[in-house]
């Protein structure tokens, strides 16, 4: 049970390597793969959704105008009220937004 439970927890933390830092989506659901590089290589850090061709396609979008387009989309995709609440506070830790 434990290494079952080992095993789960270690998938789990590579997930949560794997997000876009701007909107916190997995990459592995992003269809393309993530976002692309100026020199036309795939970003391991951003989703195609919001980065393409080396720059954030909504360069002035703000922390919480992020927050609630996560929230928004969550709620299309009828997402529970505590997974929509978890991913806004999480934005805030995302690399694109450690710094401002």
Not at 15 to 31: A, I, N, T, V
Not at 59 to 85: E, F
């Amino acid at each position: 049970m434990y290494n079952a439970f080992m095993k789960k927890l270690l998938h789990q933390w590579e997930l949560e390597k794997r997000r876009c830092q701007s909107c916190g989506m997995p990459l592995q659901y992003d269809p393309k793969g993530g976002g692309s590089e100026a020199d036309g290589t795939t970003s391991g850090l951003y989703c195609s959704y919001c980065y393409d061709h080396g720059e954030f396609r909504d360069p002035h979008l703000s922390l919480d105008q992020m927050q609630a387009r996560v929230r928004q989309l969550l709620r299309k995709r009828n997402a529970p009220w505590y997974i929509r609440a978890y991913m806004a506070h999480r934005i805030p830790t995302l690399r694109r937004w450690r710094s401002r």
